[in-house]
């Protein structure tokens, strides 16, 4: 029997996956398809026990539905890719292993010698094939009329829209396997898992088209509702694919609403950072667009102060305890987080990109580095310097009951209303314990333009 190999990494799901469609149709109604997912220790390492946990569970979603659905199991080798995938190849007799493209720099160079080693291989030359792409429009393919990347949003979106992403793949109407080859299987981590998976994702998305669509665009920044899809970390781990989101939003009776266009607008951010990235690998960890002469402080007692949530400031305070407690942090509170630190405690993002990095479930290279960057005002936004977020203004606006902060920092539970977020205000405010302001944001944020004005200068 002929056999072929789908390596999946992050695009586990069944539906609307070019690669495993590319794989069956290669394999014919005689061949089998060896489902493979790769644990890369030195990736594996890096996610963080919150993402571990989450990547754990998905791949045992993804190993339940192949069978469930065709009778194949998942395959799971630990090690490097280089000598596992081709190791794997020879050991199943496939001539081809099929993935979906992938555009981060280190999957790039991943899949570059991956390749190099399959096709040298003495036993036999054996191919990489990538099929599809983790995004709607694959980074890399739109370019200006000049033919330059694109660096700001409004004229990418604009240009991505105007292209349209292709319409979902179909699923294969059967996969054959084989048996008995060896998994080291799937490690176990610690906590329980809400459903996650395809299934669970596509329910997710339902409800949202059905119920959270029609508020969006008024109560997706408020951390203090469930106003958005939470489909982040679905996404993330490509449990479904943002080209099936967009075809069901233009088949929904709510297609041209505002909730509809905002949604779309926020995909759009999503492929726009990973189209930087593609052209920018350096971005990941380095200013796009580098101030000579900007100053920064190194991470002391206010950094540690920022990590735990004890900065006194409640809004900022809360997301961090979020962040902690679960792995994940609403985006408007990513952005407030993010600005306290570059331009109150004047700390070079990478500092707090890596610890996010280190805590969200859902973290994404591109949405991370370069979301910080748009804070920190070296990244992709036309004129970002004057922006410099008001902790207390954002938390009075977006969570205007106080009920987001009482959630997440108790010892300011007993505060009434909005009084949550100014303690300082309340004669009770520090009754529980909670730390007082660290700085005056009212100074640093001077201190802040004051450093980018002499960049210009």
């Not at 089998?32 to 963080?48: E, K």
């Amino acid at each position: 029997m002929s056999a072929t190999v789908w390596w999946v990494r992050r695009d586990l799901r069944l539906a609307d996956q070019p690669a495993l469609l590319a794989a069956a149709a290669e394999s014919g109604p005689r061949g089998a398809v060896v489902p493979l997912f790769v644990l890369d220790p030195p990736l594996w390492a890096a996610a963080g026990a919150a993402r571990r946990t989450r990547l754990a569970a998905s791949l045992r979603a993804l190993d339940a539905d192949l069978q469930a659905r065709y009778a194949v199991r998942l395959v799971v080798r630990h090690g490097s890719p280089t000598a596992v995938v081709p190791a794997l190849a020879r050991e199943v007799g496939a001539d081809t292993v099929h993935v979906t493209a992938e555009s981060t720099p280190y999957g790039r160079r991943r899949d570059a010698a991956v390749r190099a080693a399959l096709e040298s291989d003495p036993r036999g030359r054996r191919a990489l094939v990538a099929s599809g792409t983790a995004y709607a429009i694959g980074p890399g393919t739109l370019l200006t009329g000049g033919g330059t990347p694109y660096r700001v949003f409004t004229p990418f979106a604009r240009a991505w829209r105007a292209h349209g992403a292709p319409g979902p793949a179909p699923m294969p109407t059967r996969l054959a396997g084989l048996a008995d080859v060896p998994s080291d299987g799937i490690p176990e981590t610690p906590g329980a898992e809400a459903p996650v998976g395809e299934a669970a994702a596509l329910a997710r998305w339902r409800d949202f088209l059905d119920g959270g669509l029609a508020d969006y665009a008024d109560h997706r920044d408020r951390p203090d509702l469930d106003g958005t899809s939470r489909l982040s970390e679905a996404l993330k781990f490509g449990e479904v694919h943002p080209r099936t989101l967009l075809a069901h939003l233009a088949r929904s009776p709510a297609a041209g609403s505002p909730g509809a266009h905002t949604y779309v607008t926020e995909l759009a951010w999503r492929e726009f950072y990973a189209d930087v990235l593609w052209h920018h690998p350096e971005s990941a960890w380095a200013d796009l667009r580098p101030m000579p002469g900007m100053t920064y402080d190194e991470p002391g007692a206010g950094f540690q102060a920022w990590q735990s949530g004890r900065t006194g400031f409640p809004f900022v305070d809360a997301g961090m305890r979020q962040l902690a407690a679960t792995g994940w942090m609403h985006n408007r509170v990513r952005m407030v987080t993010a600005s306290f630190l570059v331009k109150d405690l004047h700390v070079w993002w990478p500092h707090g990109a890596r610890h996010f990095l280190g805590l969200l479930r859902d973290g994404d290279l591109a949405s991370n580095s370069h979301g910080w960057q748009w804070c920190a005002g070296t990244g992709t936004d036309a004129a970002p310097y004057f922006r410099v977020f008001n902790p207390v203004g954002q938390g009075l606006r977006f969570d205007p009951d106080g009920a987001y902060v009482r959630r997440w920092v108790p010892e300011l539970a007993h505060l009434p209303g909005a009084a949550a977020h100014e303690p300082w205000r309340h004669p009770l405010g520090y009754a529980a314990g909670y730390p007082t302001r660290i700085l005056d944001h009212a100074a640093e944020r001077e201190e802040a333009l004051r450093r980018y004005a002499a960049t210009r200068a």
